[in-house]
């Protein structure tokens, strides 16, 4: 590191206090990526030692009474200026100052999201797969995002945030540490060491345990519930957040995804329109109710979704038409 640049002048510098030629020298010394990390937790740090400043608005607005009192009369150039009331430039003076804070405010909080997590993301029909630091493997479905903390993650807690669908197989710490996934959808898994896939999506939620033990803490309607789960269990959520649990005979078929392999079980045709929408972004429109309710029954790989869509159009014997990402399912 820069011997120039200590964690002082990193946080001279959040507070305004540095010179153009020290802000040169930081801006150069952050062309490294290794030095990144450090400037972020500097960054972090003083933000806990320095919160949120409120304007003394009382002051300002005395300050500005002051400005208009002893400059009554403003000279213009060219066109002369519209003579707008005190009562309206304060009305206007304000709406501009709280938008300007809604702005900050905003801004502020979406760089404090990246700041304190790392973001893992898959796009469309994209299937990724990672490792976190204490060594949990984790998969994540197309159209998914999964947030760990940037610092601190083991330490004292291991939580992690889920969008979309992801499968784990978490890694038992040697404290003991609980594993905790939490979603947007009333709902959290608890684990010590395990193997387990979770679906949070529009359409629905589950979770489903192949090895070890859960408990499930969730929200239904005002009363905060929990269940504990068995390997070999499913626990399905309604759109009131009714929990419903059940064993099942195969649950790595729930994971098959990670292997690019679908499985019906008499899905109606309509669940499986969803499924593409949310796995591939696609715009999906079924002709008639009828077809909706036609069920699809099998298991089988598809590299891509054109080869899924083909798969469907031959099992089913219907027309599935493509263009971009509109597809249109009807009857031959």
């Known amino acids: 590191m820069n011997t120039d640049i200590t964690k002082k002048l990193i946080l001279d510098n959040f507070a305004n206090k540095t010179t153009p030629l020290q802000r040169k020298k930081i801006d150069n010394w952050l062309q490294n990526t290794l030095n990144e990390e450090l400037y972020y937790k500097w960054l972090e740090e003083w933000e806990n030692s320095n919160l949120e400043y409120y304007p003394n608005s009382q002051l300002l607005e005395k300050r500005y009474h002051n400005f208009l009192s002893t400059n009554a009369d403003v000279p213009t150039i060219g066109q002369p200026l519209k003579i707008l009331s005190r009562k309206s430039i304060l009305l206007n003076w304000s709406m501009i100052a709280a938008s300007l804070f809604l702005f900050l405010s905003s801004g502020l909080w979406f760089f404090r999201d990246y700041l304190n997590y790392t973001t893992y993301r898959t796009a469309?029909?994209?299937?990724?797969?990672?490792?976190?630091?204490d060594g949990t493997q984790v998969t994540l479905n197309a159209n998914s995002a999964f947030k760990v903390p940037r610092w601190g993650f083991g330490d004292s807690k291991r939580e992690v945030y889920l969008t979309g669908e992801a499968d784990f197989s978490v890694t038992h710490s040697s404290t003991n540490q609980k594993f905790i996934v939490k979603t947007d959808k009333n709902f959290e898994v608890v684990v010590l060491g395990t193997e387990f896939s979770v679906f949070a999506r529009p359409r629905g939620s589950n979770i489903v345990l192949k090895k070890g033990k859960v408990l499930v803490n969730y929200k239904e309607g005002k009363f905060a519930k929990r269940l504990i789960m068995k390997p070999g269990e499913l626990v399905s959520f309604n759109n009131n957040n009714h929990a419903q649990?059940?064993?099942?005979?195969?649950?790595?078929?729930?994971?098959?995804?990670?292997?690019?392999r679908f499985v019906f079980d008499e899905t109606k045709l309509s669940d499986v329109a969803?499924?593409?929408?949310?796995?591939?972004?696609?715009?999906?429109?079924?002709?008639?109710?009828?077809?909706a309710e036609?069920?699809?029954?099998?298991?089988?790989?598809a590299e891509n979704?054109?080869?899924?869509l083909h798969t469907i159009s031959e099992?089913?014997?219907?027309?599935?038409?493509?263009?971009?990402?509109?597809?249109?399912?009807s009857e031959k």
């Open 274 to 291: 969803q499924m593409l929408e949310e796995t591939y972004g696609l715009n999906v429109t079924i002709n008639n109710s009828e077809l």
């Open 305 to 308: 979704v054109d080869e899924l």
């Open 294 to 301: 036609r069920k699809i029954m099998g298991s089988f790989r």
């Open 245 to 260: 649990l059940k064993p099942i005979i195969q649950p790595f078929i729930f994971s098959l995804w990670k292997e690019k």
């Open 315 to 329: 099992l089913l014997d219907i027309n599935v038409i493509r263009q971009e990402d509109k597809v249109q399912l």
């Open 124 to 133: 469309y029909g994209e299937v990724k797969s990672f490792v976190l630091p």
